[in-house]
DNA sequence: AACATGGTTGACAGCGCTGTCAAATTCTAA
DNA sequence: TTAGAATTTGACAGCGCTGTCAACCATGTT
């Protein structure tokens, strides 16, 4: 079956076929009578334009690349949600690639948007292969790197210190007076590899034993892997004073296996996470944890990159960091 | 800057362009000489092929549209995830756009996926406009609606009834001896709606009262949303003895607050989730729930869509009912 | 030596649309 | 009434790639 094209909505229209272009691009400059012509034919015929047809003509394709390693987790959930918000509305289409945690996929992720002629990238991370590095920077569009704070961002950056959010999360706990503080994490990508060396510094800093929780197969962050963890570290009687988990999940679940082998949290043992999840203010006792500011990350990378496509000029080299919060609740208190 | 096109590489390898296309898309067909060189003349320029032009000379565009209402229910990121994981690897795009849960905004959805000429659009939900309707059925591609039953399905349908499975949940809580039976939601979209309407079912069966906990403001559902629904019913002295809750986000809520307010759970009122989410079974006490498939539902969704490309004919009407679970946990036991 | 065979390579045209600029039409003002 | 401006419409070419089919080449066969 042969698809609708211009042509046949031009001539059952009776005009000629840039005007049925133009009535559907800018339908001010287009005489009304002609308007509802080919507003009628169109509707007829049930046309449909051809973006790739559209797109080879005008080189624009009006479409921005987002990159993120997973569609899993809500963090991503909740910052794809804010990027859409800005660029939807603004007339843009949103590319949404997951690299699966691979910087191999995250390669061919960057090609096959180069291929669609993105006009920008949004990447979450700023790990990246040599030629994905490469390819970004020859692509010569706005670039932005977002979750972590670079050394040497590609063009812009929007995040925070990973490490210095797990500092101060250990720190916390420091402070609290505790001596055996546990880091309780699943999968280690390059975010918790960083709240890791955070957690690390302090316990240095404090002259105190390092405690690690990983996981040993590689499992993405959950409840149960937080429940699993804390009752394989309880059974071999490795029992921390404090424990601060890369993620709300994980400490939910770390707090709830608590629960069931009869420890109080926070009267026997502490539990700090990390993000903030909409939960962790509800549960009982709520839940410490560090505030990350995805939405906002979400939105202002939207925003820096209609902006850069406004000034239709590569934007210059920038880093923005967004900070983070800690959040002292129940689960830590004295 | 001129972006490099299949020509410029043609050149540098000095072959003529077609063989430089059949390079990169047959490598078979062409001699081993050949291909090193125009491999080499590849990475020198960095080319990377115009998907737009390929799509619009091929008229093949190796794209699955997806429609979801939002991205920020776990539900549709499980789905997504089984969607990408067959669609990705079968070497085709998913194009993923949200309807924020509005039938207009789904209609432009789709007409945005038309307009991309996807080979297949996968659909959450059954309602639409009259419009989305007909262009869905014109398009004469392969069509998936998801997560529901439809008495009428465009193409082909995978889901499971959603009333049956509230009506199952409200048994369950009827058997258990109790009449006060309340049912908890937020924003009712019609998936809610369908569940509310088994719970009514159920109710009027037995001859009970209902006592709808509905959002007055439209919010998505969340712990806190369930918090605070219930929050607000026990301030009006409105406590039933057991809940039915459309999402095990609110019912999570629910709990807590009942904890926060010295209510036990099972012991003084018992609690029942929906979708059976990751945390259910960790938590203390267990949550009952309904486990629905929504993992399942985006396989098969994406092996039925390849089937129907493969066979390159649009497949014939076609229902599957992946059913439900009823899971009675400790928060529901005698 | 002449021919058929199979495997490689290339020429041509066209996919459906839009940018540019020219032509046609309408309107304004002298 | 008519030149000139302003508005509206259309012709042309080309965006970058691929389907089709023809041309070519090295081999092996008679």
């Known amino acids: 079956m042969r698809r609708i094209t211009l042509d046949d909505v031009a001539n059952l229209a009776g ?13 001010g400059a287009v005489s009304e009578g002609l308007r509802l012509r080919v507003h009628a034919a169109v509707n007829e015929l049930g046309y449909v334009p051809n973006v790739a047809a559209s797109r080879l003509a005008s080189s624009r ?11 899993y987790n809500v963090i991503f959930a ?10 939807i509305d603004a007339g843009f289409q949103v590319l949404v690639v997951n690299s ?30 040599a030629l994905s590095r490469q390819l970004l920077i020859q692509a010569n569009l706005p670039v932005v790197e977002t979750f972590e704070l670079s050394d040497d961002p590609i063009n812009l950056n929007i995040g925070m210190s990973q490490e210095h959010a797990g500092y101060t999360a ?8 505790f001596r055996r503080i546990a880091f309780l994490t699943g999968n ?15 316990m240095r800093e404090a002259d105190m034993p390092n405690l690690e929780i990983i996981a040993q197969k590689p499992r993405h962050s959950s409840v149960a892997l937080g429940s699993e963890l804390f009752a394989a570290a309880h059974e071999c009687g490795n029992v921390p004073e404090a424990i601060f ?17 009869g420890l109080r949290v926070p009267d026997d043992i502490s539990i700090i996470g990390f993000h903030d999840l909409e939960f962790a203010a509800c549960v009982s006792p709520s839940l410490s944890s560090i505030a990350t500011r995805r939405y906002e990350t979400g939105r202002l990378a939207a925003e820096k990159v209609l902006a850069a496509l ?23 208190s004295a």
Chains 1, 2 share one sequence.
């Open 310 to 332: 406004e000034a239709a000029a590569k934007p210059n080299t920038e880093q923005t960091d967004l900070g983070f919060e800690l959040l002292a609740r129940e689960s830590t």
């Open 15 to 27: 005009v000629s076929p840039i005007t049925v272009s133009r009535v559907l691009r800018k339908p």
């Open 188 to 202: 280690l990508d390059h975010r918790a590899q960083s709240r890791f060396d955070g957690y690390h510094k302090a």
């Open 245 to 261: 988990c890369t993620d709300d999940n994980l400490a939910l679940g770390a707090m709830q296996e608590c629960r069931k082998r």
């Open 61 to 71: 394709t009006h479409t921005i690349g987002v990159i993120v390693p997973t569609l």
């Open 100 to 129: 699966r945690y691979s910087e191999i996929e995250e390669e061919n992720a960057i090609k096959a948007l180069l291929g669609q002629r993105v006009e920008a990238i949004i990447i979450a991370g700023i790990h990246h292969t």
């Open 170 to 177: 250990t720190r916390h706990l420091i402070a609290r007076g």
């Open 78 to 87: 909740e910052y794809l949600f804010a990027l859409h918000e800005v660029l």
